[in-house]
């Protein structure tokens, strides 16, 4: 099979195409036939070995979409001809914390695809079904690829963790990424108000499409008093911190009396001043969210498949470009999301 093989770390170069053997899937595995598999900036993280589970020779990709062609021994529920797309993670299924439903946090298996497991650059890939969502008939496959990464976030972070209810408002930043405009979207098919903060003038008109109820553009980061200005001097019920430490600060400061704040990206990997006593005074709850689990995978799926969210743009290119579709990313000349597509054998 054809496949994107990175034998060494390094630039966007070292991604190269081979001709590989077409794995054979295990126990509690299937064979997928990858449809498509999106790139994403971890991605690109993982190629330059900052990542340190990723061994090379490495197959990169954890946002894969494709049908089921072979079935491993002991594996229930899967046959060929099955519609299937990855989590970017998997778990054990049977500890403590899979059976409260915090599979992400599961330690007895926490491997990712693209780093322990082969990856979705390639025609084929053998898949552990632990970490397979269902595609719904219909459901283009380079939009299935890019789902979980995007709105599967979204599903864990604003109704698993934060909770939101009909009638809330919520505050996110960082709203015209990939997470942001599916979490705007989610949020609406909700009930709830939202305000979303971006960072340039470029981005309200797609968050307005996306259903944004007020867009405030905050390139000095100091939106807290326009939020408390357009909420009645209340502040937000719930805040989804996409961005982290450069805009956290603010964010405390919108929150009403009682409020959630979901923090989900680090993009600066910076670290923030924290006033326990705001903290305290307005009972505020801090929440990490962290990666999907099947469950909000296959609900993720459904709602992209009913229209409900729209995935978010997709550009497909060839396998055989993955080196360029990693240069362009990384030299941000990608407005949305590039999917890779294998040749079709
Ligand atoms: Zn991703
Ligand atoms: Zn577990």
């Not at 632990?130 to 789902?147: C, D, F, Q, S, Y």
């Not at 995007?150 to 698993?160: D, E």
Request: some cysteine; aromatic content about 4%; overall charge neutral.
């Amino acid at each position: 099979m054809e496949a994107v093989v990175l034998r060494q770390f390094g630039d966007a170069g070292n991604l190269r195409l081979e001709n590989v053997p077409v794995p054979s899937p295990g126990r509690g595995e299937v064979l997928l036939r990858v449809h498509a598999c999106g790139v994403c900036y971890h991605d690109v993280i993982n190629r330059r070995g900052n990542l340190p589970r990723t061994h090379v020779p490495a197959i990169l990709g954890h946002e894969a979409a494709g049908e089921v062609v072979d079935v491993g021994p002991d594996t229930p529920g899967w046959k060929v001809g099955d519609r299937a797309a990855t989590l970017q993670r998997l778990s054990c299924g049977e500890c403590a914390l899979c059976r409260a439903g915090r599979n992400s946090l599961c330690k007895r298996d926490n491997r990712f695809f693209g780093e322990e497991l082969q990856g979705g650059y390639a025609q084929f890939m053998v898949a552990p079904v632990a970490g397979l969502g269902r595609v719904p008939e219909g459901l283009p496959w380079a939009e299935a690829a890019t789902v979980c990464c995007t709105t599967g976030t979204a599903v864990h972070t604003l109704r698993t963790r934060a909770r939101i209810q009909a009638g809330e408002t919520v505050l996110i930043t960082g709203a015209s990424g990939g997470v942001g405009l599916s979490s705007v979207q989610l949020a609406k098919v909700d009930g709830a108000r939202v305000i979303a903060i971006t960072s340039g003038e470029a981005k309200v008109q797609a968050l307005r499409e996306a259903g944004a109820d007020e867009v405030i553009v905050s390139r000095g980061l100091d939106f807290a008093s326009e939020v408390r200005k357009r909420t009645q001097g209340n502040g937000v019920d719930v805040a989804i911190e996409i961005v982290g430490s450069a805009t956290f600060d603010q964010t405390m400061k919108a929150m009403a009396p009682g409020g959630r704040v979901a923090v989900v990206g680090n993009l600066e990997s910076g670290v923030v001043n924290l006033n326990p006593g705001l903290v305290i005074v307005k009972e505020l709850e801090i929440l990490g969210a962290y990666a999907t689990t099947r469950d909000e995978l296959d609900e993720a799926l459904r709602l992209t498949a009913a229209g409900k969210i729209r995935p978010f743009v997709s550009e497909t290119v060839p396998l055989a470009d993955a080196s360029r579709a990693h240069f362009r990313l990384e030299n941000r000349e990608v407005a949305g999301r590039l999917v890779l597509v294998p040749p079709q054998a």
